[in-house]
């Protein structure tokens, strides 16, 4: 299969596991979920992942599932720093991808939710994906954490300016 759609079916699933398959279609906020497909569906290179899923493949992929969860968690934080840079608080920006950013298409406090929900989404997947392997999967969580975070991730990149 090639990565591309390796990677699309892992972040699809995430996406759809969030909106429904947790709690139950009927408990899930509709614009929420809406908004959750719009910020991870809007196309992109999504180089990330690939970038993970190659050096997994080139280490031997012993654990698929957990390399594609890792995958898909890698993709949804980068969506989420996304979705919270467009916010007025931020850059303002109307457009992300050549389409409406979540927070012009559902409103502050829809995008607010939906970065946060998939930040939260990462780390959820990769405690599923962890099986046989906890430990392996409690060091992703924790590079992904430190990636993600302060001092040296994603946060204190968009904190420069602030």
């Not at 079916?9 to 899930?28: H, K, M, N, Y």
């Amino acid at each position: 299969m090639p990565l591309s759609f390796r990677i699309e079916a892992a972040v699809t699933e995430a996406i759809q596991l969030a909106s429904c398959g947790f709690a139950g279609p009927d408990r899930v906020p509709m614009r929420l979920a809406a908004a959750l497909d719009h910020a991870t569906m809007a196309g992109g290179a999504r180089i990330r992942p690939t970038i993970l899923l190659s050096v997994a493949m080139a280490c031997g992929d012993d654990r698929p599932e957990l390399s594609s969860a890792a995958a898909a968690a890698l993709e949804m934080i980068h969506c989420a720093s996304l979705v919270h840079d467009d916010l007025p608080a931020f850059d303002n920006a109307d457009t992300r991808r050549g389409r409406p950013s979540v927070h012009r298409a559902f409103g502050e406090p829809v995008a607010i939710l939906a970065g946060d929900s998939l930040i939260v989404l990462a780390f959820e997947l990769l405690a599923r994906a962890a099986g046989d392997q906890p430990l392996r999967a409690l060091r992703l969580v924790q590079v992904l954490a430190q990636r993600t975070g302060m001092p040296g991730g994603i946060c204190a990149g968009q904190g420069v300016g602030v």
